[in-house]
């Protein structure tokens, strides 16, 4: 059944932990919280071979920034810095930073290349609370005087981030897990059964609760509105823009600057539209009619044309990924599969059933039901 992942999605929710974490893909990972001591404890995992730095606030003027990179033996160097502006920061006149063992609890990922726990008191030149912004920086270059915290210097970064949702204060009385993509204070709430993604659930079961409003209404009789309006309000319609939101609140911008990104935002857009007009057509329906009115015809055309988007942006989305992570082909032949069987569902149920109509001559069907 093809809804049987997003049911197994649904069924899968995970415990939340009590650390707070944020990820950027596998480029930069940050995971921390409090102790009962009041300190700090935050760990990084940074894909970056030569440094990489963590810092309060959302620029780098007046940011409290711990920087760390490998020595010449491989072990980690914590350089407390200030900064004043877009140069390099200076050493801290702060001593409240130290390196400590990251916990056990906490796995490092394949792909990081400096990995380090540190830990510092809540107060300090920048007090840390709850609202709290972060950045981040790395560089594939290793600076000169590695051995030294204070006297090595490394270059300009090849790579920033802003990071929001992260809470520093939240107690460490259990175990803190690895981040999940685009940042959260919680972990991942929801777990999907291996293979399967958000977007493929999203755009399937649309897709198939297109196919019973176009095929299957004689069948199905009322039933076939009721999970038309669910499914698609509900689950592929409210979800989308939910997204949308979510990554304009908490991804690192530019945003919307790419085709994959801004086909999102159509689809987005257009979702609004059609859920406008799928209220006026209801509204407006008269099962004695004897043609089909315009807003129907626009409702059908729209969706049409976002499905097409839809499954298109799906693989500018893979090829966005593959341009900066490694990408199994599996996962295009997968999709590729997918969309393939969706056509030939289409294709068999237009030539064997066709497109179906409540109007006057069709009427009696749906009373029988």
Not at 79 to 84: F, G, H, I, K, T
Not at 221 to 240: A, M, Y
Not at 258 to 279: K, P
Request: proline letters at 4%.
């Amino acid at each position: 059944m093809l809804l049987r992942p997003l049911i197994a999605a649904i069924a899968s929710i995970a415990a939340v932990s009590a650390s707070s974490q944020f990820c950027d893909g596998t480029t930069f990972c940050v995971v921390g919280g409090v102790d009962s001591a009041n300190n700090a404890i935050i760990t990084i995992h940074s894909a970056s071979q030569g440094w990489v730095g963590f810092g309060t606030g959302s620029r780098m003027a007046g940011s409290s920034m711990y920087v760390a990179w490998r020595n010449s033996t491989g072990g980690v160097v914590l350089s407390p810095r200030q900064a004043s502006g877009n140069i390099l920061p200076q050493i801290s006149s702060e001593r409240i930073a130290s390196l400590v063992a990251t916990p056990s609890s906490i796995t490092t990922p394949s792909w990081a290349k400096i990995s380090f726990s540190f830990k510092r008191p809540l107060a300090g030149i920048v007090t840390l609370t709850s609202s709290t912004s972060y950045i981040y920086a790395m560089s594939d270059s290793a600076p000169e005087n590695p051995d030294s915290a204070s006297s090595a210097s490394f270059v300009q970064h090849s790579s920033t981030g802003s990071i929001r949702g992260l809470d520093l204060t939240v107690s460490l009385n259990s175990s803190p897990t690895t981040g999940a993509s685009g940042g959260s204070s919680g972990g991942p709430v929801l777990t999907l059964p291996s293979g399967t993604t958000y977007d493929m659930i999203l755009r399937t079961h649309g897709i198939i609760i297109i196919f019973i409003a176009r095929y299957l209404k004689f069948a199905l009789g009322v039933w076939w509105f009721r999970l038309h309006v669910f499914f698609l309000l509900v689950g592929t319609g409210f979800l989308t823009i939910a997204g949308i939101i979510y990554i304009s609140l908490y991804k690192t911008p530019p945003h919307f600057n790419t085709l994959h990104e801004i086909i999102g935002l159509v689809v987005g857009i257009a979702m609004v539209l059609q859920i406008i007009l799928g209220v006026v057509s209801d509204r407006l329906f008269d099962p004695k009619r004897t043609s089909t009115p315009i807003q129907d015809i626009l409702h059908w055309w729209i969706g049409r044309i976002v499905v097409v988007l839809a499954i298109a942006n799906l693989f500018l989305g893979l090829n966005l990924y593959a341009d900066n992570y490694p990408l199994d082909n599996a996962f295009r032949i997968a999709l590729g599969v997918l969309v393939g069987v969706i056509a030939l569902a289409f294709v068999a149920g237009q030539f064997l059933i066709g497109q179906q109509h409540h109007d006057a001559s069709t009427d009696d069907k749906f009373h029988a039901a």
